[in-house]
């Protein structure tokens, strides 16, 4: 096959001692791209495999983002008619090439940092490239508010990568999910751009109307809710995703859709995912931000707004991040669901708590895990010591 | 009736080329090898020089620690050879085959009327102690310990794996002679599968398992009936090694033919041989193999064996010989998110789901994808099942925590209980070679 012949014919500029032998990573990855390695088991050990990798097994969390990804760009360009005043005027397509003009910019600039840095590192500790970013960088995009400048987001993506990740060892081995790193990040770092009512809504290209509008006020539910207003939102817009908020996290649909091809793709634990609900629908019933009548908001609403849906599929799922053990999962998950309701209705600093709350969790991933395997150890000892 | 354990956890991989129930004789190889590798765990010290006449049953090389215990060649001839590798170790000694074979008579003997001592005596003179595996440490037994039982698992479920209902059909009272002897030595436990030829065994605890691969590996079977504690020690030995000891005593020869499968996809003619051990491989597949790919032989089956050739010889404990293709040709363009039909995956991103289960896959020796560290959670664990954390305790063994090791159960374990979890494993770890080496680490420190 002619592609294989130029990769073969590539390798030794590529290999220890060539001439390109500093982009090696960079060849290898190329390479497992386009074939699957032709490597053979070793003489002793399995002598068959099962034809998974995790190369595949990352992909199709893509997959899953699609519909997230497809819709958020669509509301992108839809909020942005509904301020500019020009949604009878732009239809879907116009508004979804609208918001593909905002996002692919963003996309863009996460994968090239990211993957740049990867590469990089990689090559220094001449390993091969590993896939985890591919996700994490398509995670980011999704995660922050629309009007995100570039320039903070390539600053948070390579923080992000660099001290949530390759420090710790690289994929496999990093305690915090990096892409929730990046949002946290900006949060701290560049508040203004990361909250409030002004971010949710790009106004950089205004065309539809003549002249600019300056400072368009667009508050999201939990926005509104903080500042103990009524929500100005339907649950059905909030199902749908019609709504301001960060990119990917709107539409409760788009997401469900995700969350089965994830869990039956068998890349995303189910016991994570229901744990994470249950305990968020719990709280939420426990903890009610007032009178539902008078904020037009009923207790369940609160899992559809807001980042919840988005990160208890998406982000809590993280199997780097998230418990080993499967009691871990669901102890895992029903925190996380439970400290996101407690920090969006307690603390009145934080109108959004699901992102605190995965990675609050995933520090105590590790913890849970030892509870388990701590408990088999000592049945082990227990059943020594009686004989 | 046995008592029923039925297993949760697991996972059969269907593969083409399974054994049909036909038994044929293989021809006489010239030449028979022991290789003393396969007696994991101990120290071979070669007791014969080239060019001397040795019969079946005549040792060729003893343990160095334990003198007493012998390893004995399979037939009667001239010593060719001793093959050496780096730093002088014995890769096999090998002897030429007499066209008459001459048996070392050791006395036909009523198991009734020995004692334990006796039996013990009995099995190391003949090289049939050789083949008891003990643990903790997946190695050659010690024939000074006096172990808390003996187990056997009387099927296996592996991939090609012999059927003992096959191997071992009308050989039902030389299974029984043999547990009758290691029932002198301590209790016996077998586990058989459903429709077991063997479930009527008498003088030992029968106990049957329902469940998917691995349930036919006995340390499965070990830690659902008696789990082994701290301190303990367990002997393991196959049904058909059982069998040969029954064998011995009622004849008085140490005779070592066996029953295996030779199978796979890349066999012809897939069905059950009798072979002598240290057999040429190739005299076993001679005319059998499909000649047109590339083909990987396996002595053993494709989860636990080993890669063999046609000039290697065969293990002491295999009970069958595979081939599957090799596949380092075949260049497959985007693995990661073609549908790929034909591959057989436990992962829903493949197809084979969909398929019937009574389909045959043919998977080639690719290990199909890079190496990661760990990353997806829980595969292990789905194909693990053992009251063990699977998982936690691969990574103790890499970190080299002997400890923790031993806190997670590593003495309850052999390599080959990872084999489905190695198969599964997306990121594709070595498990096996890492199991075997935690349990040399914790055997080195231990003694």
Same mark, same amino acid.
């Given at each position: 096959?002619?592609?294989?012949?130029?990769?073969?014919?590539?390798?030794?500029?590529?290999?220890?001692?060539?001439?390109?032998?500093?982009?090696?990573?960079?060849?290898?990855?190329?390479?497992?791209?386009?074939?699957?390695?032709?490597?053979?088991?070793?003489?002793?050990?399995?002598?068959?495999?099962?034809?998974?990798?995790?190369?595949?097994?990352?992909?199709?969390?893509?997959?899953?983002?699609?519909?997230?990804?497809?819709?958020?760009?669509?509301?992108?360009?839809?909020?942005?008619?509904?301020?500019?005043?020009?949604?009878?005027?732009?239809?879907?397509?116009?508004?979804?090439?609208?918001?593909?003009?905002?996002?692919?910019?963003?996309?863009?600039?996460?994968?090239?940092?990211?993957?740049?840095?990867?590469?990089?590192?990689?090559?220094?500790?001449?390993?091969?490239?590993?896939?985890?970013?591919?996700?994490?960088? +398509?995670?980011?995009?999704?995660?922050?508010?629309?009007?995100?400048?570039?320039? +903070?987001?390539?600053?948070?993506?390579?923080?992000?990568?660099?001290?949530?990740?390759?420090?710790?060892?690289?994929?496999?081995?990093?305690?915090?999910?990096?892409?929730?790193?990046?949002?946290?990040?900006?949060?701290?770092?560049?508040?203004?751009?990361?909250?409030?009512?002004?971010?949710?809504?790009?106004?950089?290209?205004?065309?539809? +109307?003549?002249?600019?509008?300056?400072?368009?006020?667009?508050?999201?539910?939990?926005?509104?809710?903080?500042?103990?207003?009524?929500?100005?939102?339907?649950?059905?817009?909030?199902?749908?995703?019609?709504?301001?908020?960060? +990119?990917?996290?709107?539409?409760?649909?788009?997401?469900?859709?995700?969350?089965?091809?994830?869990?039956?793709?068998?890349?995303?634990?189910?016991?994570?995912?229901?744990?994470?609900?249950?305990?968020?629908?719990?709280?939420?019933?426990?903890?009610?931000?007032?009178?539902?009548?008078?904020?037009?908001?009923?207790?369940?609403?609160?899992?559809?707004?807001?980042?919840?849906?988005?990160?208890?599929?998406?982000?809590?799922?993280?199997?780097?991040?998230?418990?080993?053990?499967?009691?871990?999962?669901?102890?895992?998950?029903?925190?996380?669901?439970?400290?996101?309701?407690?920090?969006?209705?307690?603390?009145?600093?934080?109108?959004?708590?699901?992102?605190?709350?995965?990675?609050?969790?995933?520090?105590?991933?590790?913890?849970?895990?030892?509870?388990?395997?701590?408990?088999?150890?000592?049945?082990?000892?227990?059943?020594?010591?009686?004989? | 009736?046995?008592?029923?354990?039925?297993?949760?956890?697991?996972?059969?991989?269907?593969?083409?080329?399974?054994?049909?129930?036909?038994?044929?004789?293989?021809?006489?190889?010239?030449?028979?090898?022991?290789?003393?590798?396969?007696?994991?765990?101990?120290?071979?010290?070669?007791?014969?020089?080239?060019?001397?006449?040795?019969?079946?049953?005549?040792?060729?090389?003893?343990?160095?620690?334990?003198?007493?215990?012998?390893?004995?060649?399979?037939?009667?001839?001239?010593?060719?050879?001793?093959?050496?590798?780096?730093?002088?170790?014995?890769?096999?000694?090998?002897?030429?085959?007499?066209?008459?074979?001459?048996?070392?008579?050791?006395?036909?003997?009523?198991?009734?009327?020995?004692?334990?001592?006796?039996?013990?005596?009995?099995?190391?003179?003949?090289?049939?102690?050789?083949?008891?595996?003990?643990?903790?440490?997946?190695?050659?037994?010690?024939?000074?310990?006096?172990?808390?039982?003996?187990?056997?698992?009387?099927?296996?479920?592996?991939?090609?794996?012999?059927?003992?209902?096959?191997?071992?059909?009308?050989? *039902?009272?030389?299974?029984?002679?043999?547990?009758?002897?290691?029932?002198?030595?301590?209790?016996?436990?077998?586990?058989?599968?459903?429709?077991?030829?063997?479930?009527?065994?008498?003088?030992?605890?029968?106990?049957?398992?329902?469940?998917?691969?691995?349930?036919?590996?006995?340390?499965?079977?070990?830690?659902?009936?008696?789990?082994?504690?701290?301190? *303990?020690?367990?002997?393991?030995?196959?049904?058909?090694?059982?069998?040969?000891?029954?064998?011995?005593?009622?004849?008085?020869?140490?005779?070592?033919?066996?029953?295996?499968?030779?199978?796979?996809?890349?066999?012809?003619?897939?069905?059950?041989?009798?072979?002598?051990?240290?057999?040429?491989?190739?005299?076993?597949?001679?005319?059998?193999?499909?000649?047109?790919?590339?083909?990987?032989?396996?002595?053993?089956?494709?989860?636990?064996?080993?890669?063999?050739?046609?000039?290697?010889?065969?293990?002491?404990?295999?009970?069958?010989?595979?081939?599957?293709?090799?596949?380092?040709?075949?260049?497959?363009?985007?693995?990661?998110?073609?549908?790929?039909?034909?591959?057989?995956?436990?992962?829903?991103?493949?197809?084979?789901?969909?398929?019937?289960?009574?389909?045959?896959?043919?998977?080639?020796?690719?290990?199909?994808?890079?190496?990661?560290?760990?990353?997806?959670?829980?595969?292990?664990?789905?194909?693990?099942?053992?009251?063990?954390?699977?998982?936690?305790?691969?990574?103790?063994?890499?970190?080299?925590?002997?400890?923790?090791?031993?806190?997670?159960?590593?003495?309850?374990?052999?390599?080959?209980?990872?084999?489905?979890?190695?198969?599964?494993?997306?990121?594709?770890?070595?498990?096996?070679?890492?199991?075997? *080496?935690?349990?040399?680490?914790?055997?080195?420190?231990?003694?």
């Amino acid at each position: 096959m002619g592609l294989k012949k130029i990769l073969d014919n590539l390798k030794p500029t590529f290999s220890e001692g060539g001439k390109l032998s500093a982009f090696g990573s960079l060849y290898d990855a190329m390479e497992t791209f386009f074939y699957v390695p032709n490597e053979t088991a070793k003489k002793k050990g399995a002598q068959i495999h099962d034809a998974i990798d995790s190369k595949r097994s990352i992909f199709f969390v893509i997959i899953a983002l699609i519909p997230v990804i497809l819709f958020g760009m669509y509301n992108i360009g839809y909020q942005h008619s509904l301020v500019a005043g020009c949604e009878a005027e732009c239809g879907v397509l116009c508004n979804f090439l609208y918001g593909l003009a905002v996002m692919l910019p963003k996309i863009a600039v996460s994968y090239i940092v990211g993957l740049g840095i990867e590469v990089a590192v990689a090559q220094w500790k001449k390993e091969e490239v590993h896939e985890g970013f591919f996700v994490t960088g +398509i995670l980011i995009p999704l995660i922050v508010p629309v009007n995100c400048p570039l320039w +903070i987001l390539a600053i948070a993506t390579a923080f992000a990568v660099i001290f949530a990740k390759e420090v710790f060892g690289g994929t496999g081995f990093n305690i915090f999910n990096p892409a929730l790193v990046t949002r946290a990040f900006l949060f701290f770092a560049y508040p203004s751009m990361m909250s409030g009512d002004k971010v949710w809504v790009n106004q950089n290209y205004m065309d539809c +109307i003549n002249g600019t509008i300056d400072g368009i006020s667009t508050a999201t539910p939990l926005g509104q809710l903080g500042a103990g207003e009524a929500v100005s939102y339907s649950a059905m817009d909030t199902i749908i995703g019609t709504i301001p908020g960060s +990119i990917g996290e709107t539409s409760v649909i788009a997401i469900l859709i995700g969350a089965v091809i994830l869990v039956w793709a068998g890349v995303a634990s189910w016991k994570i995912i229901l744990s994470t609900f249950v305990g968020g629908a719990l709280f939420a019933y426990l903890l009610p931000y007032g009178d539902a009548e008078a904020l037009n908001f009923q207790w369940w609403e609160q899992l559809t707004v807001g980042g919840f849906c988005f990160g208890a599929v998406f982000m809590a799922t993280d199997p780097v991040t998230s418990p080993r053990t499967e009691g871990g999962k669901w102890i895992f998950g029903f925190l996380i669901g439970a400290m996101a309701i407690i920090i969006r209705v307690l603390n009145p600093g934080y109108p959004e708590g699901m992102m605190l709350a995965i990675l609050l969790m995933n520090i105590f991933a590790p913890l849970f895990d030892y509870c388990f395997v701590q408990a088999n150890i000592n049945k082990r000892a227990k059943r020594a010591a009686k004989k | 009736m046995a008592n029923v354990i039925k297993l949760k956890k697991g996972l059969d991989i269907n593969l083409k080329g399974k054994a049909a129930a036909t038994i044929s004789a293989t021809n006489a190889s010239k030449t028979y090898g022991l290789v003393p590798d396969a007696f994991w765990g101990m120290k071979p010290k070669v007791v014969v020089k080239e060019g001397d006449a040795v019969k079946a049953g005549d040792a060729l090389f003893v343990d160095k620690k334990h003198p007493e215990m012998k390893f004995v060649s399979p037939v009667s001839g001239k010593v060719t050879l001793v093959e050496r590798g780096d730093r002088r170790k014995v890769l096999s000694v090998q002897v030429e085959a007499d066209a008459q074979q001459q048996f070392v008579d050791f006395g036909k003997k009523q198991v009734n009327s020995l004692n334990a001592e006796q039996v013990k005596n009995a099995l190391l003179e003949s090289g049939m102690f050789a083949f008891f595996i003990q643990r903790p440490y997946a190695v050659v037994a010690n024939p000074d310990d006096t172990p808390r039982a003996i187990f056997i698992s009387a099927f296996s479920d592996m991939p090609l794996a012999a059927d003992v209902n096959v191997a071992l059909k009308g050989r *039902e009272q030389e299974f029984q002679t043999g547990i009758d002897a290691l029932a002198k030595l301590a209790k016996v436990y077998v586990g058989v599968n459903a429709g077991s030829i063997l479930a009527g065994t008498q003088n030992a605890i029968v106990t049957q398992f329902k469940g998917k691969c691995p349930a036919g590996n006995v340390g499965v079977q070990i830690n659902h009936v008696a789990p082994i504690n701290k301190g *303990e020690i367990v002997w393991t030995i196959a049904a058909e090694e059982v069998a040969m000891i029954g064998r011995f005593f009622n004849t008085g020869k140490a005779d070592f033919t066996r029953t295996i499968a030779v199978a796979g996809s890349e066999i012809k003619q897939p069905q059950y041989k009798t072979v002598l051990i240290g057999a040429k491989i190739g005299d076993i597949v001679a005319g059998n193999i499909a000649t047109d790919k590339k083909v990987r032989l396996i002595d053993g089956n494709p989860l636990t064996g080993q890669q063999t050739s046609t000039e290697d010889f065969l293990l002491a404990h295999s009970t069958e010989v595979t081939a599957i293709p090799e596949g380092d040709d075949a260049n497959e363009l985007f693995g990661w998110i073609s549908p790929r039909f034909k591959e057989f995956s436990v992962s829903h991103s493949y197809f084979s789901w969909l398929m019937p289960k009574k389909k045959e896959y043919t998977i080639d020796a690719r290990i199909k994808g890079g190496h990661r560290h760990m990353i997806f959670s829980g595969e292990y664990d789905s194909v693990f099942p053992m009251d063990i954390y699977p998982e936690q305790l691969v990574k103790a063994i890499i970190a080299g925590d002997i400890d923790r090791m031993e806190a997670l159960g590593i003495y309850e374990v052999a390599p080959e209980d990872f084999a489905v979890a190695e198969f599964v494993d997306s990121s594709k770890v070595e498990l096996q070679r890492i199991v075997r *080496e935690g349990l040399d680490m914790l055997r080195k420190e231990n003694e």
